[in-house]
């Protein structure tokens, strides 16, 4: 079974830019469709982006699409954020599943999750 690890958040200003890794261990996320999924304060679980195994598929939610862009590689995957905007501040998590072909906006289809990465960003 695959452990997954966030890291890269932190606080920047609106507009600035953040790139978050999630790095695999037990496996190579290479076999895995990813997602990145977020939470912010008071509000529900959120889908941001999604990536298939093979890599040449992605999705995104519409509130970040044109700013942020997901990719994985052998070892990690990493969502790069640009345009950072206050309503982006959320705790990010990375998941991942063997099952799953192509990218999904579904949380439930994910069967590994990582711990999360803080994102603040400051208006």
């Known amino acids: 079974q695959v452990q997954l690890v966030e890291s890269g958040g932190g606080l920047v200003q609106a507009g600035g830019s953040l790139r978050l890794s999630c790095a695999a261990f037990g496996r190579a996320v290479s076999m895995y469709a990813a997602g990145w999924f977020r939470r912010a304060p008071g509000k529900e679980r959120e889908f941001v982006a999604a990536?298939?195994?093979?890599?040449?598929s992605t999705l995104y939610a519409d509130s970040v699409k044109g700013r942020f862009t997901i990719s994985k590689d052998e070892s990690a995957v990493y969502l790069q954020m640009n345009s950072l905007k206050f309503e982006d501040t959320a705790v990010y998590y990375c998941a991942a599943d063997l099952a799953i072909t192509n990218p999904s906006a579904l949380a439930h289809e994910y069967d590994v999750w990582g711990r999360g990465t803080q994102v603040t960003v400051s208006s």
């Open positions: 990536i298939s195994w093979t890599g040449d």
